[in-house]
């Protein structure tokens, strides 16, 4: 067995990592600024030096192998402790307050570890967070009260900066059974606007079943708390699911959702200063965190 080791390369990792998040090759050209046979080109050199298949080309999506979705693990850690030390090393050392506002469904899991890093790294970063609804506090950048935002995309409104992708899914409580004949379906719902909300009346009124509000709050873990209790149907990321609630699909006569983006947003206010420090860490530790694997279009 030979001594020399195989380094990989990170270029060819990013492409990787691009062609999961942005769902397909094409996105990913268009992401990293290349052509898509290009980023082909590299997914190939990736394999060969590995010796191994990433992707089941046998389906019309691409999947990943179960070789892919262990590199994909490796790849995102390689990829975020490569730009932690160029963003350390080449950055200024940042300093001033950042005015931070998170997503409820995001922040009691996630916000605390990091942000202690973030700390950690910038020592001369003060923040101030806000816990709220993600789209009014999108609207809040945009009024000068807020610099950066966690929060779901909306179609209609600012994009932000990707960070993940989720799928969305129909949920009540473990002994919550669906009423027989064209009883309307109780909702647990947030106020508009809200991307959830949006999705569930869609996807009801398209196949055509009547429903009703049996519970609104403008607190997500509120919303969620009362579909635990049997208050009826309420409809999340499939992250937020904890236990007492099970999953209801085409066979209860719900409808399959949409999947749904989290961004970042506030990069387009960022001059000098603390703000793009954040949001590069931001998107830098997010997706670091394995995902779920997911078809992938050519």
Sequence with gaps: MSGRSTDLDLDALRAFVAIIDHDGFTAAAERLHRTQSAISMKIKRLESVLGRSLFDRTGRAMTLT?????????????????????ARLMAPDAAGLVRFGVAEYFAPEHLPLLLARFRRAHPRVRLDVTVGLGSDMVQEIAEGRLDVVIA???????????????????????DWQVEAGDAPVPLCLLPDPCIYRTRAVAALERAGRSWHTTYASGSFLAVRAAALAGLGVTCLGAGALVPGLRVLGPADGFPALDPVETAVFGEDRAKNGPIQPLIDF?????????????????
Excluded: H
């Excluded at 179960?66 to 160029?86: F, P």
């Excluded at 994009?159 to 129909?170: A, M, S």
């Design 66 to 86: 179960a070789e892919g979705e262990l590199l994909l693990s490796y790849a995102r850690r390689l990829l975020a402790l490569n730009d932690e030390t160029v």
């Design 282 to 298: 931001l998107v830098r530790e997010i997706q670091a965190i394995s995902l779920p694997p997911v078809a992938v279009a050519a």
């Design 152 to 174: 779901k995309r909306n179609e209609m409104g600012p994009q932000g900066r990707f960070l993940w992708r989720e799928p969305v899914v129909w949920v009540a409580s473990c």
